[in-house]
């Protein structure tokens, strides 16, 4: 099914008038078994579509909270290869869920792009998110992807004028990821008066729907982005729940559920509120 279930989740939002909601989880933190049962659960709790990191020890882009979970993932064992394997115990509950992996180049590289992208394919991904892959240099990639069926999601930012957008935007599919903020995950918060041209502007530029994310910790904060953008994308916030979960001893998956609902319902009312 791969890109065609993004398509169709998108086309399901647009009809019913509403933004969807992202929700981002590290392979692996604080264990495979955990990070299971999150995905499981990510569904019945609000979330419209998910993204997977796979660990790397060196996350370019990303602030304390998810560098951390990714040396929690990769101490708990998971490689790219397991990775995949999550992908495919999850996809066995559930067939319907798009599901975005996010990570960096060198595990992919080191995979080789066409075994990565069939074995991708088979696990049940629709998707990738490939944070320092410039288009320049995306052929290879994106040639084993589009064999496969597999959308390839690129980043647009703050930084990006028209011009870069065309680059950008070239040979996307599924949706474009719009970086809020310029600087790294979970520090800065967005704000939905500069999203809002941002978003326009790249939606013109792609023909696609635009997903927001960097610096969405609160309900009010994904309300106010969902009013603006396609999909509101939530990460850093879920990982520190389920961190501070671990450290008082309380069970991470119902901590992350039950942000990713108060989020979910944030999103879900946003352009109701704003209609009364």
């Known amino acids: 099914m791969t890109v065609a279930r993004i398509d169709a989740r998108f086309a399901a939002l647009k009809a019913e008038d509403r933004a969807g909601f992202v929700t981002y989880v590290m392979a692996g933190d604080p264990s495979r078994e955990v990070t299971l049962d999150i995905l499981r659960g990510l569904p019945a709790a609000g979330a419209d579509l998910i993204e997977l990191g796979f660990p790397f020890s060196d996350p370019m882009a990303e602030g304390p909270t998810i560098q951390k979970a990714a040396a929690r993932g990769l101490k708990a064992g998971l490689t790219l290869k397991g990775t995949l394997e999550l992908v ?156 501070a979960a671990v450290a008082e001893n309380a069970d991470p998956v119902r901590r992350v559920l039950d942000r990713v609902r108060s989020l979910a319902d944030a999103v879900r009312g946003a352009r109701a509120s704003q209609m009364a």
Do not use: W
């Open 88 to 243: 495919r115990d999850f996809r066995a509950g559930d067939a319907h869920t798009p599901l975005i992996l996010m990570g960096y180049l060198n595990p992919l590289e080191t995979y080789g792009h066409a075994a990565f992208a069939r074995d991708a394919a088979t696990s049940g991904v629709d998707g990738l998110i490939v944070v320092d892959c410039p288009p320049e240099e995306a052929g290879p990639l994106t040639d084993a992807l589009d064999a496969e069926g597999l959308a390839l999601i690129r980043l647009a930012t703050p930084t990006s004028d028209d011009h870069r957008l065309k680059t950008v935007t070239a040979r996307t599919s599924g949706f474009v990821y719009y970086v809020s903020v310029a600087g790294v995950t979970g520090v800065k918060e967005a704000d939905a008066d500069a999203v809002a041209p941002a978003v326009a502007r790249v939606r013109a530029a792609s023909g696609l729907p635009v997903a927001v994310g960097f610096g969405i910790k609160t309900p009010q904060r994904a309300a106010q982005i969902a009013r603006v953008s396609d999909a509101v994308v939530a990460g850093s916030v879920l990982v520190d729940e389920g961190a």
